[in-house]
């Protein structure tokens, strides 16, 4: 059949729009799969951004819910003990109920348990904003168990009482109460003293005046230094230009008061006395009695000490206008020495006591360790003698100047390490940090003493220490060394033995318990072997014997010398007699 051109062309375009249209249709088809994959890829990326972001919020919500808990934990913690604290404020209210039946108001608290540290900051007194930034730069955050008592009722304008052992904080107790009593008034150095403070010796004034300077730091008024050792003149220049803050030792303070011109104390408004009992025992007992009567009646006394004796209640009664608060932060406790404190004593002979402190010292060269001796040539004498045997060592006495003790002092204090000898004038009040042992090379002349010398260490809020009176060494053949060797041809180290032992001996005769330390019963020769001497050495001793007056008057008159003569002053003695050193 034959097929026209027309009908040819006609197919032809037909077939080609068919072919169009499938090519369309299968374009229209493939499309939506070619987006739907670039869909499902984009999908997936957000997906997994949104699973990281989602285990990081997962993990932030676990940490709010730790601090939540850890909040809610602080916040349990934080209201016991809140609630154990009004507890015990309402049993020290009950407890000052029964004691006001006494003659003092008291307030006491139970730091037996709590230890001398109070849980009261500083924060809560109302002071004054340079007192609390001076405050602040010492370090001080909460304040001691005589701190948090003594304070307030100072600051109120009382007069106060204080017992407290050595190391529980009572510098700080009444001077911060001086300092705002003088800031408060507007004191000014044309208003000249407004505060004295008195210690009984010289280091613990210097420590004192060193706290009040740091006090001082954000404030105005003027401080200064009455010691004796120091230049009178200049005291005297100091004192007449306006000291507002006076700290002293009793001597040279009524020096002032009798002498120097210009000193201003008529508008005297406080008087601090520390370590009462201590400025009585070093013989001030006229000197203070003298002071308290030129300076004016109207004023704030505080008086604080470390041990309540029949001279200090004296002395209170003679200083205070009024009834005072007493404050008694040890009150029921059994122990006068530091808690921290670890004891121990060992009985040596005389003969091995340089052997003995050699060993240990050598032993102990990486702590801080005090020996305590009962004279300044003992000090002398063992402070040359070890440093001859390349045993490094500071020393201090009272025969030293002024600047060299306060020198050595401070050179200690700073000291990391490091050996001091001394006697008792860094018994009491004194606060060097960080004292590792106490070595008594000669036992203290009362047994209080012996209080204040272990009071050097173990102080403050937990710290440890360790107090030793003997010690056992093994080098016994390092004394025979020092007799041969050392001392007997080196005139200078003999001339010193020589006097530290007179002065063992003379310091010995003077103790207060002699039917214990009876000089009569010594052994001499073990005595001059601990000074390093094969046999005693002849020094005058002009020690007086135990006959009476009464004797001696007999003998006299009688001429009964008992074989005694100025040419053989020892005589003969009756059989039993234990004397070895008589004098007619």
């Not at 003088?182 to 613990?204: A, D, H, K, Q, S």
């Not at 093994?474 to 025979?480: A, I, P, T």
Request: neutral net charge.
């Amino acid at each position: 059949m034959a097929v026209t051109e027309e009908e040819h062309n006609r197919a032809s375009d037909s077939t080609r729009k068919k072919r169009k249209r499938n090519r369309k249709k299968k374009s229209i088809e493939e499309t939506p799969q070619v987006e739907e994959e670039e869909n499902l890829e984009e999908y997936d990326e957000e997906k997994e951004k949104l699973e990281e972001f989602g285990e990081e919020e997962e993990k932030l919500e676990e940490d709010n819910g730790n601090s939540e808990e850890e909040e809610e934990e602080e916040a349990v913690e934080k209201s016991a003990a809140m609630e154990k604290e009004k507890k015990k404020k309402n049993k020290l209210k009950i407890e000052e109920k029964e004691l006001d039946e006494i003659g003092l108001k008291r307030e006491t608290t139970a730091s037996g348990s709590q230890g001398i540290m109070s849980s009261e900051a500083f924060s809560t007194l109302p002071i004054s904003e340079p007192t609390m930034n001076a405050i602040k730069d010492l370090g001080f955050q909460y304040m001691t168990q005589i701190q948090a008592r003594g304070i307030p009722p100072l600051l109120e304008g009382e007069d106060v009482l204080g017992a407290a052992r050595t190391g529980s904080g009572k510098t700080l107790a009444f001077l911060v109460p001086a300092v705002e009593l003088l800031y408060n008034i507007r004191f000014t150095p044309r208003n000249g003293t407004g505060v004295i403070v008195i210690c009984p010796t010289r280091e613990l004034a210097i420590q004192t005046h060193a706290v009040a300077k740091d006090l001082l730091k954000y404030h105005s008024q003027t401080l200064g230094l009455v010691i004796g050792g120091s230049a009178r003149r200049g005291e005297a220049e100091r004192i007449a230009k306006g000291v507002n803050l006076l700290v002293a030792t009793p001597g040279r303070l009524l020096d002032h008061l009798q002498n120097t011109k210009g000193f201003i104390y008529k508008n005297l408004k406080c008087l601090m006395i520390d370590e009462a009992d201590r400025i009585l025992e070093a013989n001030f007992e006229e000197e203070m009695k003298q002071i308290i009567k030129i300076l004016p009646k109207v004023r704030q006394t505080a008086l604080f000490s470390a041990t309540q004796t029949k001279k200090v209640e004296d002395l209170a009664r003679l200083s205070f206008q009024s009834t005072p608060v007493y404050i008694d932060v040890d009150d029921g406790r059994r122990r006068v020495t530091n808690e921290g404190l670890q004891q121990g004593y060992c009985i040596v002979p005389s003969a091995k006591r340089f052997i003995l402190l050699y060993s240990f010292l050598k032993r102990n060269l990486s702590k801080k360790v005090m020996v305590f001796f009962s004279s300044c040539n003992s000090v002398k004498f063992h402070s040359e003698l070890l440093r001859y045997i390349q045993i490094d060592c500071l020393d201090i006495h009272g025969k030293q100047k002024q600047q060299k003790r306060t020198t050595t002092f401070f050179d200690f204090c700073k000291a990391e390490k490091g050996i001091l000898l001394c006697t008792d004038v860094a018994a009491r009040g004194l606060d060097i940090p960080s004292v590792d042992w106490i070595v008594q090379y000669d036992p203290p002349d009362e047994p209080k003493e012996y209080i204040h010398r272990v009071g050097r260490t173990a102080r403050g809020e937990g710290a440890k220490g360790n107090a030793l009176l003997f010690l056992i060494p093994e080098e016994l053949q390092f004394l025979r060394y020092l007799k041969d060797k050392l001392v007997s041809n080196n005139y200078y180290l003999n001339k010193s033995a020589k006097d530290a032992y007179r002065s063992y001996i003379l310091a010995y005769n003077s103790h207060s318990m002699k039917d214990i330390f009876n000089v009569h019963r010594l052994d001499l020769k073990a005595v001059a072997a601990s000074f390093c001497f094969t046999s005693p050495p002849k020094v005058n001793l002009n020690i007086d014997s135990n006959a009476s007056k009464f004797r001696r008057k007999a003998r006299r008159t009688e001429g009964g010398r008992h074989g005694f003569s100025d040419s053989n002053p020892y005589g003969k003695k009756a059989e039993g007699d234990i004397r070895q050193f008589v004098r007619h």
